[in-house]
Nanobody, 116 residues
């Protein structure tokens, strides 16, 4: 089994920054893709950012230029640096781990609230 634990969420004012972390443990395969998703109240969960086994990155259009995904492959830890935060970014952010051999695993999420 794989466990994912997110941290770094909190309350921040518009224009502020937060850095989320996702630590994976258990039966880990280092050839994988990892991603950050978010879900706001009453809304569908959406992909925010992803990074592949070849370190190619993908971002939702709404966060391009503001968010950066990165990964420590040695520790199997993913990060999401969020700058220029907007109220529309308020959501529960969840980490996803997808080994190239198959499977998909989720963390329980961390709350990000952007409010003045």
């Amino acid at each position: 089994q794989v466990q994912l634990v997110e941290s770094g969420g909190g309350l921040v004012q518009p224009g502020g920054s937060l850095r989320l972390s996702c630590a994976a443990s258990g039966n880990i395969f280092t050839s994988n893709s990892m991603g950050w998703y978010r879900q706001a109240p009453g809304k569908q969960r959406e992909l925010v950012a992803a990074i592949t086994s070849g370190d190619s990155t993908h971002y939702a259009e709404s966060v391009k230029g503001r968010f950066t995904i990165s990964r420590d492959n040695t520790k199997v830890t993913a990060y999401l640096q969020m700058n220029g935060l907007k109220p529309e970014d308020t959501a529960v952010y969840s980490c996803n781990y997808r080994p190239n051999i198959g499977g998909s695993y989720w963390g329980q999420g961390t709350q990000v609230t952007v409010s003045s």
